[in-house]
DNA sequence: GTATTGACTTCAT
DNA sequence: AATGAAGCCAATA
């Protein structure tokens, strides 16, 4: 078993634990998955996951609350109206932190920790 | 072993 | 607010 598998799988976790009408940024995850520093290892993790899985990966986004896909791409498209479903409001490829910004309570940290 | 790449972040214009 | 450079670090080539 290759060790960058692991990571990934962490990330896919994590991902899994953010609350559904919250967003939160891959460097955020990175972090709570264990792997500071590793906000681009998010993205890859990411785009490895495989459609089938159900991974909530549009509640991810850069740190500014931007998506991370130009705006009017494909992904970028999908991406929101995901979001919309999940109550959260995207405009002009951005979303309000302030608003739907995931800060993660004492339960939920557990759960990160709890291997 | 070195070089390139990337669904990122931060700081400086 | 928008744009660009530099920093970052594991995965790939």
């Given at each position: 078993?290759?060790?960058?598998?692991?990571?990934?799988?962490?990330i896919?976790?994590?991902?899994?634990?953010?609350?559904?009408?919250?967003?939160?940024?891959?460097?955020?995850?990175?972090?709570?998955?264990?792997l500071?520093?590793?906000?681009?290892?998010?993205?890859?993790?990411?785009?490895?996951?495989?459609?089938?899985?159900?991974?909530?990966?549009?509640?991810?986004?850069?740190?500014?609350?931007?998506?991370?896909?130009?705006?009017?791409?494909?992904?970028?498209?999908k991406q929101?109206?995901l979001?919309?479903?999940e109550?959260?409001?995207?405009?002009?490829?951005?979303?309000?932190?302030k608003?739907?910004?995931?800060?993660?309570?004492?339960?939920?940290m557990l759960?990160?920790?709890?291997?």
């Amino acid at each position: 078993m290759k060790e960058s598998s692991n990571k990934i799988n962490k990330i896919w976790k994590t991902v899994l634990v953010i609350p559904k009408g919250k967003v939160a940024s891959y460097g955020q995850i990175a972090d709570l998955a264990g792997l500071p520093g590793r906000a681009r290892l998010v993205g890859k993790a990411l785009a490895l996951a495989p459609k089938e899985m159900q991974l909530p990966w549009y509640r991810v986004l850069r740190s500014s609350g931007q998506l991370a896909f130009e705006k009017g791409s494909e992904n970028a498209e999908k991406q929101k109206g995901l979001l919309q479903q999940e109550e959260v409001v995207v405009l002009n490829n951005r979303v309000k932190l302030k608003q739907f910004g995931w800060q993660p309570d004492l339960a939920e940290m557990l759960m990160g920790l709890k291997y």
